[in-house]
């Protein structure tokens, strides 16, 4: 009986998206034909382009050497998380407040989607620290550094949309959310986050 393929077209895992399946290896195993936003395509094994979508993981072509070779993620891994995090709403129908933000238009600018570093950068200069969370000063508008800011948690429930969305949908939840996002249990992700000193 042949093996039931999951239909991966349009999923996006980091930087790539499945376009469509491009041939069968020599083992019999479905390989697909992904876009990264960079523009390059590539070929991705169908279990690995399916575990990196449903484990939240950041892949690509290969063009985003920096996230390794600055080290920005091993010093800063909660400013990594709220990146993560953010992008997980506005692109993963599979997360738990996609409907609130991606599922209504909200999206990350490019210049932040396609580089940690550029956010990280950003986040410094404007006044990053640990206890403060990331706000859109616009709630019907993405995430940019024209429309975003840093605030105390409780501020940010007071000024979510009143709708169907429940206060403080912005908050960043790390236990309820952070390890799905980072591919974690939540024991690891507790004893490798919640126990630093800060960001």
Known sequence: MANHVK?????????????????????????????????????????????????????????????????????????YWVWAAMIQRCENPENKDYQAYGGRGVAVCKEWRNSFKSFHDWAKASGYKKGLTIERVDVNKGYSDENCVWIINERQSLNCRRSAISPGTENHSILATGPMILGLNTKRFAEEFLTMDGA
């Open 7 to 79: 239909n991966l077209t349009g999923q996006r895992a980091g930087k790539l998206v499945a376009v469509s399946i491009s041939r069968t290896d020599k083992n019999g195993r479905k390989v697909w034909l992904c876009r990264c936003d960079c523009g390059n395509e590539v070929d991705r094994l169908s279990s690995v382009m399916s575990d990196a979508i449903n484990k939240g993981k950041e892949s690509h072509c290969g063009c985003s050497p920096s996230l390794k070779t600055h080290g920005l993620t091993s010093r800063n891994k909660n400013l």
